[in-house]
Structures are given as structure tokens and as C-alpha cells.
């Protein structure tokens, strides 16, 4: 009997199994409604392939993954993908509405204890056509006046590894009294390039280099080398965020004859309790710094760091930074672009020390506020406004201390 059974499975083991799966070869990839942007470009992020064979089970999925990674550019305003089939191949149409991506502004900064401070700068978020950033600003303040070039490329070489650099000419007063002050001019150079590992871990190489132009003889220059490890899962949407996002530069920092160890460590987190997919609903976000700088003061700017702290005002080599964030949907206001209004409540708090043996929590600085969150859906730049207090400006020996801010395409979150 056992024997008549094997020889029953074996016969029902031989008999082939016919897929019902019909595959049709993807004929061509149709793009419409790209003005600026390349339709390579286009073509690279959607993951369609011409002269490639899709099953039919796969067509939905392919559909939303190419919305995605498109949505994800966050250079257009309107995505739409279709598909026919005819003779076993498959046609697909992707229409696109862009987002107008070159943006000039000039933005103020007013607070209690800085006074007056301007920007003024162009923001190109599809530079090429191949949504590469660049960013050129020239800012003017009682502390601290500076140029700044930055260009993110997010496609080097063909892959999807980030090269990130940034250029910077500041001039600072460097106070010895309320009354007298040095003028110190400062040229920086910062570059990162990280290459993906997995889908969600980079790892690369940071460097920074700092010199002072006062003595072009002896520019004793402070440089920066350390690897880098990034790690996100950050999901972006229209007007929201969730997942996390580490980075960390474990280096070396030298100056003049000497080396010392260099710390820099960024966490994000975003979360919601509803379904994020709706750009009406609210998020949290969470951000912590530590930074370790032995041999050279480095700033804390108001626009990435403590809201409310003008440029030079916060100045240390070692050093945390805290900032939290609850963003809630306000409005909609269809003219003149159709932007979605959302009101955040922040509070942030950190300082910036001379070295690790001089930190003193008392001495943090503390501010929260509110504001306005606008993102035009025509536009490829978010503008803010904060206003907000400093809590520390309660204890005895601060000043009183509270601000007004605008920031256009830079924010914290």
C-alpha cells in the first residue's frame, strides 16, 4: 500500500504546472508635459524600461512605485501615469506638470539681541533639469556678513550616490569688549560624498577645510577628514515626512601641527498618528545634534539650528542642539498658488561651549515659538515665518531675547 502511494506522488510531482502569468514587452515609454526637466531623468526615476518584459500581475505595482520615486523629486505639481496594451506590448504615458523651480528671495531676521540681519539669493531645486540643487545666498548682519554657495547632486556618475558641497566667504566681529572687535575673514570649503550600500545606508567620506584670510602668509588652516554613515528611511510625500534619518562623521580635525578627534553626529525622526498620506494631516518631528570641534569654534545659524539665534551669535567647539516640532494643516488657499497653510509649535534648546570640560546644561539656550508653513503647490520652495521667545531670557543674567524670522526653501525640517 505505502508503496503504491509513493509511486501515486511521484506521477503527481511530474505533472507540470501551467502559469496563468502573461508577460508583454514594455514597446515604449511616452513622456509629456516635462518643459525643463530631462526626460532621461524622467524615464531613470518612473523604473521603466522600453524592450523590457513586464507580467501582468506587475503593471499596478510598477504604476505606483514610478509615481512614487517621481513624487519623491519633489520638482513637479501634477504626476499622472497610464498604459495600453496592444499585440502583447504595453505602452506607457507619463504626464507631468512642474513646479516653477528657480526662486530669488530677500528674507529678514530681527531679534532683541542681534538686531537687524538680512539674505538675500537665488534657489535653483532643478538646476539642469536634472533636479540638482544650487543655492547662492548673501546675508549682512550686525555679527556677521558671508556669501554662500551650495549644489547637492543626487545622481553622480549615474548612480544614486549624493554629493553634497557647500562654499563659504564670512567676515565676523570678533568682540574683546561691548565696544571693541576684531574683523576676521573667513573662507570655508565643505564636501560630502556618500555612496549607497543598501537602499537605505550610505557610507562616504566628509571634508571640510577652514582658514582665516587676515594673514594670507600664515592662513593656519583647520581641516576636517572623517568617513560618513548616513542612514534614512524617510518616506517624503506632498507636504510630509515619515521615517528617520542618521548621520554621523566619526574624524579627525588638524590643526597646524596637530590632530585631535572630531565628533558630529545628526538624528531625524518624523511620525504621525494619522494617515500621513493626506497632506491635510499633522506630523511630529524630532531633531538632535552632538557636535565635538577641539580645534576651531564653529556657529550655530538660526535658520539650522536654534530658531531665534542670529547668525554668529552662538559660537563654541563643543556642543548639542534639540528641536522638536508639532506641524498641524491649517488652510488651503487656492490663489495665487494654490498653497497648502500649516501653523508649527517648536521648541528648541542647545549651546555651543568652549570645550567638553565647560558644559553646563544651565546654560542652555531655550526658545519656542509658532509661525506659518506655506507650501505653493506651483513652487518648489516651502517659505516660513517664526515668531518666537527666548525662555532662558527668565533667568537673571540673560537679556531679553525674542525674534521674528523668515526662511525661504532652508529649514530645520
Known sequence: MKKNIFILLFFLTQIPIFSNTVFYKIDNVEITGAKKTRESLILKKSGLISSSLMADTEIKAAVSRAEKELWNTGIFSDINISYSIENEKITFKIRVEEKWSLFPYIIPFYSTEGGFSAAAGLIETNFLGLNKIMMITASAGKNRNKFFLKYIDNSLFGSESLLETEIEYGRNREYYD?????????????????????????????????????????????????????????????????????????????STSSAEFYFYSEERVYFSFEDILKPENSYFAARTVFVNSPSREIPFDSSENIRGVAEGEIRGKTGYCLNLEYRRFLAKIKKPFNAFIFIPFYFDTGQLFSSINTVNLNDSRISCGSGLVVYPEKIDVLMRFDFGINISSMREDSRDFNFFSVSIGREIF
Open 178 to 254: 561691548t565696544e571693541n572687535y576684531e574683523l576676521l575673514e573667513l573662507f570655508r570649503f565643505e564636501g560630502e560624498y556618500l555612496y549607497p550600500v543598501t537602499n537605505s545606508f550610505y557610507s562616504g567620506i566628509y571634508f571640510e577645510d577652514c582658514y582665516s584670510l587676515n594673514d594670507l602668509y600664515d592662513p593656519n588652516p583647520s581641516y576636517i577628514l572623517s568617513p560618513s554613515l548616513y542612514f534614512n528611511t524617510v518616506e517624503k510625500f506632498k507636504y510630509s515626512k515619515k521615517g528617520t534619518e542618521i548621520r554621523v562623521r566619526p574624524g579627525i580635525m588638524n
